[in-house]
């Protein structure tokens, strides 16, 4: 079992940057990839960017490509979420979730374990 908490969110103007974190409980997070998912209200749950176990590869959806970066402190259980050139379009739930295999999935259905979410709001 994970336990997946984010924190980080917040109202940021077009243009600024936050940082999002995603602390797990397992002793074994090193084992796992890690993935960042939104949502906006509406909408689906999309893939933003993931990174695997144990290659570290990473991937990104096309639109945060340049602007977002996933990168992971096993020694923390902690995987973050740099945002910058933060978009109006960017507004959504973010969250973070966890599956035990060597690569990146990019469907929801791909993890078992989720946070909670936290907000990230944009303003033009």
């Known amino acids: 079992q994970v336990q997946l908490v984010e924190s980080g969110g917040g109202l940021v103007q077009a243009g600024g940057s936050l940082r999002l974190s995603c602390a797990a409980s397992?002793?074994?997070?090193?084992?796992?990839?890690m993935s960042w998912f939104r949502q906006a209200p509406g909408k689906e749950r999309d893939f933003v960017g993931g990174?695997?176990?144990?290659?570290?590869?990473?991937e990104y959806v096309d639109s945060v490509k340049g602007r977002f970066t996933i990168s992971r402190d096993n020694a923390k259980n902690t995987v973050y979420l740099q945002l910058n050139s933060l978009k109006p379009e960017d507004t959504a739930v973010y969250y973070c979730?966890?599956?035990?295999?060597?690569?990146?999935?990019?469907?929801?259905?791909?993890?078992?374990?989720w946070g909670q979410g936290t907000q990230v709001t944009v303003s033009s």
């Open positions: 990174i695997s176990w144990p290659s570290g590869r990473t």
């Open positions: 979730a966890a599956r035990f295999s060597g690569f990146v999935g990019f469907r929801p259905s791909d993890y078992r374990y």
């Open positions: 397992s002793r074994s997070f090193s084992s796992y990839t």
